[in-house]
């Protein structure tokens, strides 16, 4: 392998006949195919009732308000793979389907799979393959699963204007009660010698079927060995068994927010706020979704049943000058503490929902996080120049992000998901009719899955897209737009940082992407 390029690797013959097989089609023969039949579900019902008194305190103005809303939904997968692992002909190479695909990349991949063409293939000979049994019964069952999540909230606060001071308040609970269903799939290995000739009735002489699970496929092998006057009965089963999760909790949320008109031309705010972050039902559900690939190692992303949800606590100061009608600058500070942070986590050969794997990926609660950041924004119209430049607009905003979080085993990371570094810079034109837009945005790098230590942590590499949008207004009702992101390519790159070096997880570029289209709107 070619490491010059660490983030593009390149292939590197031993010789010229591997070189040659490897972008032979005649070379690759039919392995497994799976063919797809599922349902996804995913259903939201909501209602709320909000009520608002506006009244005096003293002299001073000020509201109540209060609410309630419940939220139920309901998420569900249901699907059949048939697995194909034979078929009844002549071999089956790649050159009989195959296509070349022009990657943008300076790589070449060898000979791919057109996938119309073995469709067709497949729809029109489909009693000749054969059906494997065995993987049909785990592939068709493990990720299936269906989840109930409700929520019933209420709500009461207050606000008040005491001068050039804004005080509001109040006072969240929320009830939350979550129910899902998956399977775990038990395979059996049966390999047992019984004396004599039992191959009528070799049942009554396998392990008893597991405790409380449903047999989904049998691939038995049963012979009788005259000259040793026994029966050999060898193969496996597939079993499932209905796993449930349940969890229920109630929290409450207060919260403050002060604003105070300094004078003029600033404004200082300041707030305290409880939240919550829920794990979406997927995640939570005791599912497994998983690909084998052509070595025969499975890789798999598994619900978490144990998954709580992330509580935090928020703190916030802000400043806003605003030197002329036409600009602000502000800066803030903040500050979050989060229990049961929720991180996707890589574990290697282990076993989940009784399928053995070679990797899986799941989701964890991290026992604590901190987060304190800055942000710092300049916003501008530029009426002092002349002419039509009078409508030009220029922007900036940044923010940084220090991080920490401890996991189980005491290793200190930063915090998943989250760049130490994010900035954006902003380049407008507005008239009241066109709208033009030029935006650069930068994030550096930050963790997106962990593993079991720092050197099998998966990277997102830091990112500078460059992004230009258009809006124009025909009538008030009647708008055209036009937007146009990653303008200069920019790819999207992972990799994992062991000893100073970055090796490449991934590497991919999407080129970029225009949309252009027209907005009516009804009403006056």
Not at 3 to 20: L, M, S
Not at 266 to 279: D, E, F, G
Request: hydrophobic share 40%; glycine share 8%.
């Amino acid at each position: 392998m070619n490491v010059t390029d660490a983030q593009i690797p390149q292939v590197i013959f031993g010789d010229a006949g591997a070189e040659q097989a490897y972008f032979d089609a005649d070379s690759y023969e039919f392995d497994d195919l799976e063919f797809l039949d599922g349902v996804a579900k995913d259903d939201e019902w909501s209602a709320e009732f909000n009520a608002r008194r506006e009244m005096n305190f003293g002299s001073y103005y000020g509201f109540i308000q209060s609410g309630l809303q419940y939220r139920t939904r309901e998420k569900s997968y249901d699907a059949t793979t048939l697995v194909y692992d034979g078929f009844d002909g002549p071999d089956l190479l790649l050159s009989q389907f195959q296509t070349t695909v022009d990657y943008p990349l300076a790589v070449n991949f060898g000979p791919a799979v057109d996938a119309g063409a073995l469709r067709d293939f497949f729809f029109a000979n489909r009693g000749d393959f054969e059906l494997n049994d065995i993987d049909t019964a785990v592939a068709s069952n493990a990720d299936n699963y269906g989840a109930e999540e409700d929520v019933f909230s209420a709500y009461l606060m207050g606000s008040v204007d005491i001068n050039r001071l804004r005080l509001v308040g109040g006072l969240r609970v929320e009830d939350t009660q979550y129910d899902a269903h998956g399977f775990e799939i038990l395979e059996q290995e049966i390999e047992t010698a019984v004396s004599g000739d039992v191959t009528g009735a070799f049942e009554s002489f396998i392990a008893p079927s597991l405790t409380g699970a449903e047999l989904l496929a049998s691939d038995l092998d049963v012979e009788y060995d005259a000259g040793a006057d026994e029966t050999v009965i060898e193969g496996d089963r597939v079993y499932r068994r209905r796993v449930t999760a349940e969890n229920s909790y109630t929290d409450w949320l207060p919260s403050l927010n002060l604003r105070y008109e300094a004078s003029d031309n600033l404004i200082v705010r300041a707030a305290y706020y409880a939240s919550i972050a829920r794990p979406n039902l997927a995640q939570a559900a005791p599912r497994l979704a998983f690909e084998e690939n052509d070595k025969g190692e499975v890789e798999a992303e598994a619900g978490n049943p144990d998954l709580e949800r992330q509580e935090a606590q928020n703190f916030d100061l802000a400043f806003e000058f605003y030197p002329t009608e036409d600009a602000v600058l502000s800066a803030g500070v903040f500050y979050k503490s989060i229990d049961n942070f929720i991180a996707q986590v890589v574990y290697e050969d282990t076993v989940i929902n009784g399928v053995a794997l070679e990797e899986a990926t799941t989701f964890i609660n991290l026992d604590e996080a901190d987060l304190t950041g800055i942000e710092l924004n300049y916003q501008q119209a530029l009426t002092m120049l002349p002419g039509l430049l009078q409508h030009t607009i220029v922007g900036a905003n940044y923010t940084y992000v220090d991080s920490e979080a401890t996991l189980a085993d005491g290793r200190e990371i930063t915090l998943p998901l989250q760049s130490q570094n994010v900035a954006n810079l902003i380049l407008g034109y507005d008239d009241g009719r066109l709208d033009l837009r030029a935006a650069v945005s930068y994030r550096d790098a930050y963790i997106d899955e962990l593993g079991d230590s720092a050197a099998e942590d998966r990277i997102i590499l830091e990112h500078t897209q460059f992004d230009f949008s258009a809006k124009y207004d025909l009538t008030e009702n009647f708008r055209l737009y036009f937007d146009y992101k990653n303008a200069f390519d920019e790819p999207f790159r992972a990799a994992f940082r062991d000893a100073g070096r970055e090796l490449s997880s991934q590497y991919e570029e999407y080129g970029w992407q225009a949309q252009f289209g027209f907005r009516y709107t009804f009403g006056g």
